[in-house]
């Protein structure tokens, strides 16, 4: 059983590297749903808006997120080597990366944004909701939104230095500071509270944009001005030259990642698109069991992040059998801990989607939704642990696989068919679609038990 479970000192580790992602990533989440909860107050349609461009949003997100992942596989590597100038050079490659995708990004859904949105607009004989209303509050939210893409991304290329060097309390804090003003903000634009006009969606936009400023900020000025425990941020633009064979290095097991995200992202935009063709309803029951179940998968999320630093610290510094027992031991935990809370989250499932002023309709399948994310969660939990797994050794172009070619190949085809071709209901659409996870379970399995992820990528650096 010590194979599979840790002591009392393992599991404090892990809780002070996870729990600090765990509690940014369940604020953030649980303000998500009051935010959700109260632009559905407003009314479904703008709900449905807003959820259509967060789809948009969500693959330049995971976007930033990929690109950040190649150098954060070595910046976690060159700190368990105690090569600081290491660090600086996957920093500045991640400048360079992040900042292309956003602008390029903002580019694409300021002139094409309408026509995307478009796609997601499938009325029904029994909705209720106007697909010209819905556009029209997407848009208006969109337009704003796009202001606050250039301090995510700057914040994000800060954070995950950060917490590669050890420091995940800091991007914690900001994120805590972020998301309380972003509620405060939406209370007061969204409603017209203390005078200020009722905004609506882009009221809630506009908390949004200002809320990524202000965390953006708290992180660029505490990295600065505490250059003894991040080294690495000590003259850090005084050049930003990279050394050409470790840019090279770093774009080879970079570039899977970024395609990789990029490409999952879109597909799961794709998917999203197909459940959209059973009506706005079905936008609007999948909006709400999202944001509720974003609340539970934190746990599974965390752990993921805390795969890739504990891992990743140990294969740099070359205790590779440590490596292996400690993402045996994570795993483990992530699953254990996630079939706990998914049977906790399919007892509550009825009671979240009446926090929302909208039609029986959406709550019933908002409630199904929910259930089937609950049931699959242990499910999520060990494909992404061995996901991280696999990263965290550079087999970059086996998790591009594992994830995006296996959606691409075998999910999205599905979908297509199951969408255009037959009339099965959108819950056991969703359900089926869920199932597939189980074929990539069986293959993260097989991977991560070879243990063909287990090298020191920065041994000769």
């Known amino acids: 059983m010590n194979k599979f479970f840790g002591d009392k000192k393992f599991y404090r580790k892990v ?12 604020i953030s989440n649980f303000v998500s749903l009051l935010d959700n ?67 390029a990004g903002i580019a694409v859904l300021y002139w094409n944004g309408n026509s995307l949105m478009r796609l997601y607009l499938h009325d029904t004989i029994d909705s209720t909701q106007d697909p010209a209303r819905v556009l029209q509050f997407g848009h208006e939210y969109l337009l704003i939104m796009l202001i606050g893409l250039v301090p995510f991304a700057i914040e994000e290329i800060y954070a995950s230095s950060l917490r590669e060097c050890g420091e995940t309390r800091l991007p914690m804090i900001a994120g805590l500071i972020a998301v309380f003003v972003n509620l405060g903000l939406n209370y007061v634009l969204i409603f017209g509270h203390f005078g200020a006009p009722k905004l609506g969606v882009t009221g809630a936009a506009i908390a949004t944009v200002i809320s990524r400023f202000v965390q953006a900020a708290i992180v660029v000025i505490w990295t600065h001005t505490h ?29 899977p990642l970024t395609a990789n995200e990029l490409l999952w992202s879109l597909g799961m935009a794709f998917l999203n698109q197909c459940y959209s063709r059973r009506g706005l309803d079905a936008v609007a029951g999948l909006n709400i069991a999202s944001t509720i179940t974003n609340l539970f998968n934190v746990v599974f999320i965390a752990m993921g992040s805390a795969v890739a630093i504990m891992v990743g610290q140990l294969l740099g510094a070359g ?22 809370l998914g049977a906790l989250l399919f007892l509550l499932a009825p009671l979240f989607p009446e926090l929302y002023d909208t039609t029986a309709e959406v709550k019933g399948l908002a409630t199904g939704f929910i259930r089937i994310g609950a049931a699959c969660m242990p499910i999520f939990a060990f494909m992404h642990a061995t996901y991280f797994t696999l990263r ?36 056991s659409f969703y359900l089926y679609m869920q199932m597939l996870d189980l074929i990539k379970c069986a293959i993260g399995f097989v991977l991560v038990k070879k243990g063909v992820w287990i090298q020191n990528l920065v041994q000769d650096e």
């Open 392 to 427: 965290t050794g550079g087999k970059t172009l086996i998790t591009f696989c594992f994830d995006s070619v296996f959606l691409w190949l075998v999910s999205v085809p599905v979908a297509f068919f199951i969408a255009g071709y037959t009339v099965t209901p959108v819950l």
């Open 37 to 103: 909860i109260m632009i559905g107050q407003v009314g479904t349609e703008q709900m449905s808006g807003v959820s259509i461009v967060n789809q948009l949003l969500f693959v330049l997100y995971l976007g930033i997120f990929g690109a950040l992942a190649g150098p954060g596989i070595y910046g976690a590597q060159f700190y368990g080597k105690s090569d600081h100038e290491g660090v600086r050079h996957t920093f500045r490659f991640k400048l360079y990366i992040g900042l292309a995708i956003i602008l």
């Open 15 to 26: 809780m002070t590297v996870a729990v600090p992602i765990m509690v940014q990533n369940g």
């Open 319 to 340: 205790k590779l059998e440590e490596a292996k027992e400690t993402d045996t031991r994570l795993i483990t935990f992530s699953v254990l801990s996630s079939a706990v």
């Open 227 to 255: 250059t003894v425990r991040m080294a690495f941020a000590k003259g850090i633009y005084r050049s930003l030259r990279i050394p050409l064979p470790l840019a090279g290095k770093i774009a080879a097991k970079g570039f």
